[in-house]
């Protein structure tokens, strides 16, 4: 801070990482000059992860994504009002809860179910795999489609490689707002967040007899951010309220649901989780052992089966992102699949708001080496997301992800294709309510809720 109150015109971080927990001190609200210190507070508008791209009303929706509207809503008592209240648990939230108390995977998806079901009173617990298989099956498509060109040799600035995930919402807001030339390369396959929730909203729900409108849908995440996302999904223009529900209600941290559960006496017994699908009524929870959605893995190999490579996996070579990180770093991966007769295919999983700035410099200046990059704003990836209960490391939560993962598992085709028909009557119209769109949010960057705005290029880390 320069001499005067007027904000000097860097703005060096200390002790913090790439995000910036609620519990960490925020050097956004520059503008406040009382000498009392009073603590200040800080709305997700100020977050480093979304530049201030979310608006005031989105604000307000923000704020009713808490546990305490979580648990009004399951309190409600007037039959007209009450909801149908289904909760769904991402596998990154799992492999917190169960690294975190001591448990296996399976062991976790249990007590969260026993605790939801018979402590809170939600009438539905769901995993998240079969949408995580989904959403992997629609990137794989998409990717392959757009890097064909280029593996034919027909290559043209339309391209834009290189391709990268459009599934971290810090990271597409950030694009959005501050980088908005580089939104073409944002691939449109949806998370799994999103996926789950037009799942259960759209399939389960008419299976079930139940009205998609009185559906009250909280996923378990990792990251605040997942709340932004909530907000994202496209709005149809029918009148039915079933169809113009949105897909995901409430996005709760892990920590959250972690100090809900001390506050309430702790885990307690075990239950079983409610399937999704009619197919595999007693298949157990798996996982994805990647530290966030396994896209280079999944894409690398329909990768391989498009160019007729048997056993793609034992084909690519995993080493340290060099073009990106001076020295070995687990958020900076590069993956090579050597394909006879051409270049070599490279692609990069890409973590953490530092790492991902020098992937920016990289691709606005030609030299990003890469064709496809997973690409997530927290360290560590989803394991490591800011919502996640302190104390256990993403390398902990991916042993705790691999040893309870059944990578065998049959792929339900039934389930996706449920979705596709539900969505619309062809694939056209199906892909445009399941996929994401993106959009430049402007250059209005310096109004945040505190009256002072960042430029995240002018950051010192």
Not at 138 to 161: F, K, V, W, Y
Not at 227 to 246: G, H, Q, V, W, Y
């Amino acid at each position: 801070m320069e001499a005067g109150g007027a904000p000097s015109a860097f703005i060096s971080f200390a002790n913090v990482s790439d995000y910036i927990a609620p519990s960490q001190a925020c050097v956004v609200p520059l503008a406040q000059q009382e000498k009392d210190e009073k603590p200040v507070q800080v709305t997700l508008n100020d977050c480093l992860a979304c530049s201030g791209c979310i608006t005031s009303a989105e604000s307000v929706l923000i704020s009713q994504q808490s546990r305490d509207e979580f648990l009004a809503t399951l309190a409600e008592n007037d039959p007209e009002r009450k909801k149908f209240c289904a909760v769904s648990i991402s596998p990154a939230s799992a492999a917190n809860i169960a690294t975190r108390n001591g448990w296996t995977l399976e062991q976790a998806y249990r007590k969260l179910a026993c605790f939801f079901r018979k402590t809170l009173g939600v009438d539905r617990v769901f995993s998240c795999d079969s949408a995580q298989e989904i959403a992997l099956i629609e990137c794989q498509n998409e990717a392959i489609a757009r890097l064909q060109p280029r593996l034919n040799g027909t290559t043209d600035a339309a391209d834009h490689l290189p391709l990268i995930t459009g599934t971290c919402p810090g990271f597409v807001c950030y694009l959005e707002k501050v980088h908005p030339q580089l939104l073409p390369h944002l691939l449109t396959s949806p998370s799994l967040q999103a996926t789950q929730g037009l799942l259960v909203k759209r399939v389960w729900a008419p299976r079930h007899s139940v009205r998609p409108a009185s559906i009250y849908h909280v996923v378990l995440e990792s990251c605040y951010d997942r709340k932004i996302e909530a907000l994202r999904f496209p709005k149809s223009k029918s009148e039915d309220p079933n169809l113009t529900a949105a897909p995901v209600d409430c996005v709760l941290t892990t920590n959250e649901i972690q100090q809900l559960a001390e506050s309430r006496g702790g885990w307690a017994e075990e239950a079983d989780l409610d399937p999704i699908s009619d197919q595999h009524p007693n298949s157990r929870p798996r996982g994805l052992p990647q530290h966030s959605g396994g896209y280079v893995q999944a894409v690398l190999r329909a990768l391989g089966v498009s160019l007729g490579i048997p056993n793609a996996e034992s084909q690519w070579t995993e080493g340290a992102a060099v073009q990106l990180a001076r020295r070995e770093n687990p958020d900076c991966r590069e993956f090579t699949l050597t394909v006879p007769g051409k270049a070599p295919v490279t692609f990069a999983s890409v973590f953490g708001f530092r790492n991902l700035q020098n992937l920016i410099r990289k691709i606005k200046t030609g030299k990003c080496p890469y064709l496809f990059i997973e690409a997530e704003a927290c360290p560590g990836g989803c394991l490591g997301g800011g919502g996640q209960v302190p104390g256990s490391t993403p390398a902990a939560m991916l042993a705790t992800l691999s040893s309870g993962t059944d990578l065998a598992w049959p792929a339900d085709e039934e389930l996706h294709r449920a979705l596709l028909e539900a969505l619309g009557p062809d694939y056209a119209s199906a892909r445009a309510g399941l996929h994401n769109s993106y959009q430049e949010r402007g250059a209005d960057n310096a109004p945040l809720a505190t009256g002072v705005g960042i430029n995240p290029s002018t950051l010192r880390w």
